[in-house]
Structures are given as C-alpha cells and as structure tokens.
C-alpha cells in the first residue's frame, strides 16, 4: 500500500463530502443510504488499515481458474474464499491457515445501523468481504448465495473512487439498473431483494482524495 495512502487513511477528513445524503430505494427491501458511512470514517479508516496489514488483498481465483479483477481481503468470523473447490465461507485464511481478523466493533456497528434503517433491526453480520478495486477491476453479475440463511441482508460500503452499481433481478437475464456509487455510500438489500443479481462495472480511472487510485468496498454478511 502506498505511503501516501497509508497518510490519508490515518487522517481522514470528516468533512470531506463528495456526496449528497438521502435514501434512494432500490427495491421494497433495498436501498442505497447515500454518505451513510461518512461520520464513522474516522473510526473505520484506521481500523480498515490494521485489517489490512494483518491480512493484506489477495489474487482469487473463481472455481473455473480465472483470476478475478477485484483482489479480495476480509474480516470476522468466517472470510468468503474462492478456489477450485469452489465458492465458500471459511473461518482460516486460505494464504496461512490462520482466522481472519477480529471484526472491528465500528464495522459492526456501521452495518447494523444501515441495516436497521432498511428494515432489518437485529443485523449482526460475522463475515465482511473487503474488496480492492483499481481502474478497470469489475464484477460481474452475481448473487449472493453462500450465505446459510436469507433471512439477514447484505450490507455495502464504497469507499475510495466512484463506481457504478448494477442491480438487476431475480434472474441473470433480467435488466439491471445503474446505480453511481459514491465515497461512504452503503447499500442494503435484504427481504424481497436479498437474491437479486447484482454488479460493478469497471472503474474509471481517477484518484481518490482520501483513498488515492482505488475503490474499496466492505461487504457485510451473516454467512451462519
Ligand atoms: C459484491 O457484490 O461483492 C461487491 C459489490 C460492490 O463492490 O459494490
Ligand atoms: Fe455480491
């Protein structure tokens, strides 16, 4: 991680706001909460930094072999992997054998307040998948479906540079909407929403005053 950004991330600016608040509803149980995240950076920023140094981005490789774009870190009780045995969660890091480091209380917190203002008051996520994007890292389509349990929802949190979201049905074929997201916006989908297919398409290129050239996205789960 660069220096530089290793001095942003000690220093965040609480006042830096790159995005309107508001709610914008993605579906009857989904939600963007624009800049929800901004008044915890400076707790979170920190915290993201020691995760990161304690387990630092990997390359995964999707059970076909391909590499993907996005380099993937996490913390909680169980970490999401990806390998050739397939999509899963694991409570050890696949690198070293070792758990994923302890979920900071402000990621928790964070995600259980998101997801209370989107109907869902008892969130206690125990895998949160941290995701590197640089210029040009996507994601394709997908559903969150390795989780044991539906009934929780997913919450989602940019950080860094500008993205646009894809948010589609319940099926891959059905239209998605595109959905820009910005620095501390969090997005929640859960209920009538939880399996709805879901993306990012590549990022531009650009540097972020906070997190420099890249974007970083916290994914909340209850994977148990
Ligand atoms: C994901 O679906 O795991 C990531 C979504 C995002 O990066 O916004
Ligand atoms: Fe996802």
């Known amino acids: 991680m660069a220096a530089a950004y290793n001095r942003r991330m000690s220093m965040p600016d609480l006042f830096e706001n790159d995005t309107p608040r ?5 579906g009857p149980d989904a939600a963007i909460l624009r800049g929800h995240a901004l008044p915890c950076l400076p707790d979170l920023l ?9 387990a630092p ?3 995964v490789f999707t059970p076909g072999g391909h590499a993907m774009s996005v380099k993937l870190s996490g913390c909680g009780a169980l970490g999401w992997i990806s390998d050739a045995q ?3 969660y694991s409570p050890v890091r696949p690198d070293t054998g070792t758990p994923w480091p302890t979920m900071p209380d402000c990621f928790k917190a964070l995600a259980a307040r998101a997801a209370r203002e989107v109907g869902f008051p008892a969130f206690e996520p125990d895998a949160c998948l941290i995701n590197r994007y640089v210029p040009g890292s996507r994601m ?4 969150d479906r390795d989780e044991r349990d539906f009934s929780a929802p997913i919450v989602s949190v940019s950080l860094g540079l500008p993205a646009v979201f ?17 620095h501390g916006d969090v997005v929640v989908w859960g209920g009538a929403d939880r399996l709805r297919f879901h993306g990012v398409l ?23």
């Open 140 to 143: 394709g389509l997908h559903q």
């Open 57 to 59: 981005f990997r390359t």
């Open 46 to 54: 920190p915290a993201l930094r020691q995760v990161l140094q304690a």
């Open 86 to 88: 397939g999509y899963r």
């Open 22 to 26: 508001g709610r914008e509803a993605l």
């Open 166 to 182: 894809l948010f589609g049905g319940q099926a891959r074929s059905a239209p998605a909407l595109r959905y820009p997201l910005f």
């Open 202 to 224: 590549p990022v531009k290129h650009g540097r972020h005053s906070v997190m420099g050239p890249q974007r970083i996205n916290l994914t909340f789960r209850k994977a148990r």
